[in-house]
């Protein structure tokens, strides 16, 4: 509770404030102080509630007009810039510009000196290396790799990261484990642990 020279103290910094006159419909008192604090606050809540939704609303403004705008590429023809926006017509110039941005084809390339050596079959290796490589995948072999697995690195697709999978329960380990071996058996993998996003990211020429 406010004292009396703590509610005039008060009143005196609202006054110069002008908090009451601009915000509330009479004057204030020590008798209304409370009632006065009470309205602040509520007035407060609701300015941050709406600061908060005009900020959302801002940024999906920001966000619809970025999307809106950003499926634009400017080519050139016959010496003039000519901006194009239908979908077809940007696919078709960006498919040009990959094609192009290497400046040469590929093409058989003889290969000579120490690099004929490197190329060339190994008669020191194994011939026995890949055997073994169709044995069932143990539940040890699956804990490890799953332990070693890097953070902070793109889920991909299915949108699965791997925090997610060395987080999993040892239920879940033991599903891999088994749809691994699953996919031994029937020498098959789902077609979707097929598919990646690829980025292609054009280095500039030197």
């Not at 008798?31 to 602040?40: F, P, S, T, V």
Request: net charge negative.
């Amino acid at each position: 509770m406010l004292n009396n020279r703590q509610k005039t103290t008060l009143i005196d910094i609202m006054s110069e404030v002008k908090l009451v006159s601009t915000v509330l419909p009479h004057d204030i008192t020590p008798d209304n102080i409370a009632e006065y604090l009470h309205d602040l606050v509520t007035i407060n809540d609701l300015l941050i509630v709406q600061y908060k939704a005009d900020l959302i609303q801002y940024k999906n403004t920001q966000i619809k007009d970025f999307v809106q705008n950003r499926y634009r590429v400017i080519v050139i023809e016959n010496d003039e810039e000519i901006l194009k926006t239908t979908p077809e017509c940007i696919k078709k110039e960006v498919n040009v510009h990959f094609q192009n941005i290497a400046g040469s084809f590929n093409h058989e390339k003889l290969i000579s000196g120490r690099w004929v050596d490197q190329y060339s079959p190994k008669t020191d290796i194994d011939i026995n290396i890949y055997e073994g490589l169709m044995d069932y995948i143990t539940q040890e072999e699956v804990d490890y790799h799953i332990s070693i697995l890097p953070n902070g690195k793109a889920s991909g697709p299915s949108k699965i990261s791997y925090e997610m999978i060395k987080h999993s329960s040892d239920e879940m380990k033991s599903f891999i484990t088994n749809y691994l071996n699953e996919c031994l058996i029937l020498r098959k993998v789902p077609k979707e642990w097929k598919l990646a996003d690829l980025y292609p990211i054009p280095k500039p020429k030197p």
